[in-house]
T-cell receptor, first 116, second 113 residues
């Protein structure tokens, strides 16, 4: 069991550049979530996939953000025209529907984004 | 509007003490309440979770107490150790649908030797 993995772990970019993050969920998990965590705060929900379908997006997810999960496996989160306010830890979590009657979410190590 | 309120913001105890972290929620539709532990630079790790059909759940040194009428739940750490020093988050979700987690703001726990 390799757990949830995320790549890269750290990303420094200049304002206005585009960035893309990748998440590989636990292999048998059909649900995948993206959260954002700023310093001193709890994670905030961004979006979620069940298999390859993106079923919910938060109002936090502006038009500059897009997420995909082709073939229901790994997922990517792209931020276009980054702003300094995008600096945060981007966390991915996966879960398996119906396991012990509840969907337990397991998080990856996160990608720390710094926009300069 | 903060749906899950967590307190205290920080907590310092001596080794062997029993830190208690409290959370209160507003949305009565919440029916799953996990606690996560996070070390610096790491992702949150699921610690223990409870559903509202029970008032208490124990796993090892960790206990959740749940008060449905008061819409409150708390985490107790028995015989705390310096290795328990971390930030703890309570969360809540609604089964069915996305089951997205709504987190509290976290409690930074320090256990002194």
């Amino acid at each position: 069991d390799t757990g949830v993995s995320q790549d890269p772990r750290h990303k420094i970019t200049k304002r206005g550049q585009n960035v893309t993050f990748r998440c590989d969920p636990i292999s048998e998990h059909n649900r995948l979530y993206w959260y954002r965590q700023t310093l001193g705060q709890g994670p905030e929900f961004l979006t979620y996939f069940q298999n390859e379908a993106q079923l919910e997006k938060s109002r936090l997810l502006s038009d500059r953000f897009s997420a995909e999960r082709p073939k229901g496996s790994f997922s990517t989160l792209e931020i276009q025209r980054t702003e300094q306010g995008d600096s945060a830890m981007y966390l991915c979590a996966s879960s398996s529907l119906g396991y012990r009657g509840v969907s337990e979410q397991y998080f990856g190590p996160g990608t720390r984004l710094t926009v300069t | 509007q903060q749906q899950v309120k967590q307190s205290p913001q920080s907590l310092i105890v001596q080794k062997g003490g029993i830190p208690i972290i409290n959370c209160a929620y507003e949305n009565t539709a919440f029916d799953y309440f996990p606690w996560y532990q996070q070390f610096p630079g790491k992702g949150p790790a699921l610690l223990i979770a409870i559903r509202p059909d029970v008032s208490e759940k124990k796993e090892g040194r960790f206990t959740i107490s749940f008060n449905k009428s008061a819409k409150q739940f708390s985490l107790h750490i028995m015989d705390s150790q310096p290795g328990d020093s971390a930030t703890y988050f309570c969360a809540a979700s609604i089964e069915g649908g996305s089951e997205k987690l709504v987190f509290g703001k976290g409690t930074k726990l320090t256990v002194n030797p």
